[in-house]
C-alpha cells in the first residue's frame, strides 16, 4: 500500500502580519517573487501558508533545500519540482485552511487534493443541475431531507476537483465527464477523452482512482489518487 500524507495548516493571519519580512526570506525564489506582487491580503496569506507547506514537506524528505527549491510546468501544467521527479504533490487552500498531499513514494504517479469551506449557499441545486450527473445531483438532493445539502455539495465539489487537478487538466475538463459518489469514495468515467490527461491509463481496467474525504472545522477536503494509498492526515 502505497503511502501519501496530508498536511493540513491554519492560516495565522497575525502573526504572518508581524513577521512579513523574516517569513518571505525564507520563502523560495518563486513564491517569493508570486507573493510580493499580489494586492490581495487574504491571497498574500494563502499563498505564503502554501508556500510553506510545500517547503515544510520538501524538507520532511530531503532533509533541507526547500527555500531553494524551483517549480516547473509538466505536462497539461501540472507543477513538479525541478531534479525532483519522485517527488510528488499537489496544494489547495480556502478560507482559514491551507493543504498539501504529497510523497516520494514510487507507487504514487499523481495526487489531486482540494478543501472547500461549507458555506450556505442558496443555488447548490441551481450549480448541480446546471453542472453535475444525474447521480450527483440525486446525492445533493438527498441532503434536502437531512439538511445537510450544503456538506454533500461540497463533497461532490471537491472530489470533482481533486480528480481535475490529479489530472492537471483543471476546470478545462468538463465537470460532466465524470461522476463521483462520496459515499462509496469512486469514480466513473463518463467522457473516456479523460484517459489522454493521465498518459499511464489507458482505459477502466487500468483507472483505480482512490479517494478519502474529511470534514473537518466548518470544511471538507478531498484527496485522490490513481492507486491504493495508506493516507494520514495531519493538522497543525
Known sequence: MSKIDIKIKKIKKSYIDDNFEKIISELYPQRKEAVLKIKNRQAVYTSITAGELLIEAYDKIYGSGGNN????????????IKDKDEFIFNLSHSGNYAAIAYSDDPGIRAVGI???????????????????????????????????????????????????????????????????????????????????????????????????????????????????????????
Open 69 to 80: 527549491l524551483e517549480i516547473m510546468k509538466g505536462e497539461n501544467g501540472k507543477p513538479y
Open 114 to 236: 482540494d478543501v472547500e469551506r461549507i458555506r450556505q449557499r442558496d443555488d447548490d441545486m441551481k450549480l448541480a443541475n446546471r453542472f453535475f450527473t444525474k447521480s450527483e445531483i440525486d446525492y445533493i438532493s438527498d441532503g434536502l431531507e437531512c439538511s445537510d445539502i450544503d456538506m454533500r455539495f461540497y463533497k461532490i465539489w471537491t472530489m470533482k476537483e481533486a480528480f481535475m487537478k490529479l489530472t492537471g487538466k483543471g476546470l478545462g475538463q468538463r465537470l460532466d465527464s465524470f461522476s463521483v459518489n462520496p459515499d462509496e469514495k469512486n469514480i466513473d468515467i463518463i467522457d473516456k477523452k479523460i484517459y489522454e490527461y493521465i498518459p499511464y491509463i489507458k482505459n477502466d481496467n487500468d483507472l483505480k482512482i482512490h479517494y478519502d474525504i474529511k470534514v473537518f472545522d466548518g470544511y471538507v477536503i478531498s484527496v485522490c489518487t490513481c492507486c491504493g494509498f495508506d493516507i494520514k492526515f495531519c493538522y497543525i
